[in-house]
């Protein structure tokens, strides 16, 4: 069985216990206290150097990276595109989810609403991560809203790894002060995300660990 290395808390983390949701996978969920550092024990280093959640036990091989867990997963399924431009377009947002999106929105929540005093010890961050976020969301917005292709998610009008690379963190933006009320393409994405089979939310967890 494969097992998870998880914050619940954590959009990264979310996004894998989304995808393994919606395969319909079996897993077990360890949960892991970042604000307690259990990720900087040296029985988690061993297993990811770098510290973080989450990460994927498979095999006993120890994969880490949200977006390399949720390419793995999605092999050989309908949320990774085949054709080889579909595929390189699916990589493209997810690219872009971790180097122009995740830095001014993902990192606004964490220190303004999850991290104690993260306010004033990043005062001088705030103005940069509203503005690396709110130019992304400009992004996706123009994308969304493109009516060249009629475009119902970010890779064509089938639900792929790309849109829940970028659902995990967008859905609770507004927790990092961000408004979502000027994106009106982006708010109608969200609930088509939301709506479609196999959807849970950032609170569920399987059974065996809700048990």
Known sequence: ML?????QSSGNSY???LMLAKLGLPFHLVEVDIFAGENRTPEFLEMNPEGRVPLLEVDGHFLAESNAILFHLAEATLFLPQAPLARAETLRWMFFEQNSHEPGIAAARFWLRQVRGGRDLRTHDVDRWMEEGY????VMERHLASRREGRAFFVGNRLTIADIALYAHT???EE???SLAGFPAVRA???RVAAEPGHVDMAWRPAEAAA
């Open 3 to 7: 097992t998870l290395y998880s914050t």
């Open 15 to 17: 996004k894998v216990r």
């Open 135 to 138: 130019g992304a969301l400009k």
């Open 171 to 173: 859905h609770v933006a």
């Open 176 to 178: 990092g002060d961000f």
């Open 189 to 191: 994405w969200l609930a």
